[in-house]
């Protein structure tokens, strides 16, 4: 009986420490000390957001997803758009490729619901791989269609678009490799360590818990290049 006692006070430890590191890990964020400039992703997925409580509690940026595909608009875009400007937040917008429609169709998309805004942050091209999308095209066709896309939202926004490529993404396309353009690359809680070239943007926790947000947030460090 004592043995069965001593288990079950063992596994009830294991678990309260368990809640204790998850709640950790939810406030966890670089430190401002080493990475001094810090923000957000959203979409409209992430739930209400209070841009202005946001800031105060260390949000210097946020990018916004516009578009998924040729013919997907976030609902929430435009609303997170403006309010960042209305906060004083440093706003971006990002695309969500599919690897299953027309690269052109995907940039005049995008170009038809952002706004020109010669001072908003680059935008941001997502590459990962999405269950209800099974091709995957040759690399050389991805290429050339990915550098038509670049080169109709770069005419549009008058700026180098950011690569945010997951790992497997690259390790199969190698896109960092094709294209001189500043990587954002993913890695909960570890800096990530893929690409051709060093990352100008870490997505470091899709889990962060933090004021001015309903639920959890995709939190990024910037870097200067």
């Given at each position: 009986m004592w043995g069965l006692g001593r288990f079950?006070?063992?596994?009830a430890a294991l678990a309260l420490s368990g809640v204790a590191a998850w709640r950790v890990a939810m406030r966890w964020h670089p430190s401002t000390e080493t990475y001094p400039v810090q923000g957000v992703d959203v979409s409209e997925r992430t739930g209400a957001i209070d841009w202005p409580v946001l800031k105060g509690a260390g949000a210097d940026f946020g990018y916004a997803v516009a578009t998924t595909g040729a013919g997907q608009r976030d609902h929430a875009f435009l609303t997170h758009w403006d309010a960042m400007a209305a906060a004083g937040v440093r706003r971006?917008?990002?695309?969500?490729?599919?690897?299953?429609?027309p690269a052109r169709a995907q940039a005049d998309a995008f170009n038809t619901l952002v706004?020109?805004?010669p001072t908003a942050l680059p935008a941001a091209i997502d590459f990962s791989y999405d269950d209800g999308c099974a091709d995957r095209p040759e690399r050389a066709a991805l290429i050339a269609d990915v550098a038509e896309m670049i080169r109709r939202i770069e005419s549009h926004t008058g700026k180098p678009v950011l690569l945010k490529v997951t790992r497997a993404v690259e390790g199969d396309y190698r896109l960092t490799e094709a294209f001189r353009r500043s990587l954002w690359a993913e890695g909960n809680f570890l800096k990530p360590g893929y690409g051709a070239r060093g990352w100008r943007m870490w997505r470091a926790s899709d889990v962060r818990r933090i004021?001015?947000?309903?639920?959890?947030v995709n939190w990024d460090v910037a870097v200067a290049q």
């Open positions: 079950v006070l063992i596994v971006g917008a990002i695309h969500v490729f599919s690897f299953c429609q706004p020109r805004d004021d001015g947000a309903e639920g959890p």
